[in-house]
């Protein structure tokens, strides 16, 4: 896990966590209803990771290991590429292409993230998140 060093991502997660107890962030976890461990690091996939669990069963995001067996994907990605992904300057599915985020899990979660959860949920609380973090 990271130091205490400070993410832009940290911000992102945080809002997404506020997004979950909205009508809109119930719906997509009844939608979705798989685990993701997402491995966030400063500079470099690897080092200094963050972990973050993003539940979709639960409807929730929390800091640290997953404690209920093993998540059905895990993605790792430097901090700014998280940013870029989040705030739709970089498109998910390139940034997996192109190695800019690592996954290990199941396939059909991968896809499920990156063709559901991600456009709707960075779409759906954008401006409102991105804005109050201070990222746009």
Do not use: W
Request: net charge negative; proline share 4%.
């Amino acid at each position: 896990m990271a130091n205490s060093t400070s993410l832009k991502s940290d911000a992102i997660l945080d809002q997404m966590k506020l997004h979950f107890a909205t009508d809109a962030g119930k719906e997509l976890a009844k939608k979705v209803g798989l685990v993701y461990q997402i491995n966030i690091a400063p500079k470099k996939i690897g080092f200094n990771e963050e972990i973050y669990i993003v539940d979709l069963k639960k409807g929730e995001v929390t800091k640290g290991p997953y404690e209920g067996g093993r998540p059905d994907a895990t993605f790792s990605f430097k901090d700014e590429d998280f940013v870029k992904i989040s705030t739709g300057k970089m498109n998910p599915q390139i940034a997996f292409m192109s190695g800019c985020d690592q996954d290990k899990g199941q396939f059909e979660c991968s896809t499920e993230i990156y063709s559901s959860y991600l456009p709707k949920a960075f779409k759906d609380v954008r401006a409102d998140i991105l804005g109050e973090a201070g990222l746009i």
